[in-house]
């Protein structure tokens, strides 16, 4: 059996910790939480023991999930690297790329794995397009549309810590075009703006509500990605991989919230994704059960830190790239 401890206890958390306390391997499930009371209250919901300090949770386990808010995530990591214990963290790492690298070694030095969260790389249908790439179903790639649309602005204090757009939204359609291909980023070239009313909180903190652009990929071929902060129509995620053999979508499924105009076709559904939790809750638990088995050695990292890091450039590079109007080489962050 597993000792797994759970760091950080709100919404995504709390998924974490409910799907790792339904797993056969582990026992007993570990929590804490910046507000203690939470961690009680969780813990007692599901038969675990709640700790006051996240110390307190590594001293007692094997290995640890961090979900705890990105500005804690250094620190966190840090004290569960010098114990020897396997990590699972969710992304961002950190919010820039020094102290991602700072982290990144601190883990490779003190000999520990560390996998990190991006969960579209556990749902079935972007699962099913990275093995109708690999198979050679597609064919050679020519061309790759991704969309991340959010239903309604977040609130200001959300905005004001989570970095911005490209590193907290498209930064997860970054990974999964990687993971899809098996080809990397090589330059990008995007747009972003905030002008609208719906974004005033973006506007206020230099962020873009909603983006588009380019993506160049190492094999010669072309990504799109487009994003945006408030689709009242729906938690809308979608890909489509276009190659010389054939074209596969996902994200197009009986809940997708776009309305086809075209005759005969069925109006949109009345009840489309809410969030990431409503449309990624079984992605969320399967990137639980790849972590157990990594820490018991069942299989390899399904998402180490260097394929985190170079998301994490790409959105890097769209950032600047929307700054300063031009595409922007992923070499330039080397």
């Not at 963290?89 to 490779?108: F, H, N, R």
């Not at 200001?156 to 970054?174: A, I, P």
Request: hydrophobic fraction near 45%.
């Amino acid at each position: 059996m597993l000792r797994i401890g759970v760091v950080g206890v709100g919404r995504l958390g709390s998924l974490f910790a409910r799907a790792l306390n339904d797993h056969s391997d582990v026992a007993p499930l570990i929590l804490a939480g910046s507000r203690p009371d939470s961690a009680v209250e969780l813990a007692s919901e599901l038969s675990a023991t709640a700790c006051s300090s996240p110390d307190d949770v590594f001293n007692a386990v094997d290995a640890v999930v961090i979900a705890a808010s990105t500005s804690a995530h250094p620190a966190l990591i840090n004290s569960a690297a010098e114990r020897g214990l396997s990590i699972f963290c969710e992304k961002p790492l950190t919010l820039d790329l020094a102290s991602t690298d700072e982290v990144i070694a601190a883990a490779g030095d003190a000999g520990v794995e560390m996998q990190v969260g991006f969960q579209r790389r556990f749902d079935p249908g972007y699962r099913a397009a990275h093995d109708a790439v690999s198979s050679g179903v597609v064919g050679d790639v020519y061309l790759v549309n991704a969309a991340s649309l959010d239903p309604a602005p977040s609130p200001e204090d959300f905005v004001r810590t989570s970095g911005d757009l490209y590193r907290d939204l498209m930064v997860h359609d970054f990974d999964a075009i990687r993971f899809v291909t098996g080809h990397e980023i090589e330059e990008v070239f995007i747009s972003g703006t905030a002008h609208f009313p719906a974004f005033a909180v973006y506007q206020r903190h230099r962020d873009a509500g909603v983006a588009g652009g380019t993506l160049r990929l190492s094999n010669g071929s072309i990504a799109t990605v487009a994003a945006t902060r408030h689709n009242p129509a729906g938690y809308d995620i979608r890909m489509e991989v276009h190659g010389s053999e054939g074209s596969v979508a996902v994200g197009w499924d009986d809940r997708m919230p776009l309305h086809s105009l075209e005759p005969g076709f069925a109006a949109p559904p009345e009840t489309p994704y809410r969030d990431f939790l409503d449309r990624f809750a079984p992605a969320y638990r399967a990137e639980m059960d790849a972590f157990v088995d990594f820490v018991a050695g069942r299989i390899t990292n399904p998402c180490p830190p260097e394929d985190a890091r170079a998301a994490f450039v790409a959105a890097l590079a769209a950032g600047r790239s929307a700054a300063e109007n031009r595409p922007v080489s992923i070499a330039e962050f080397a």
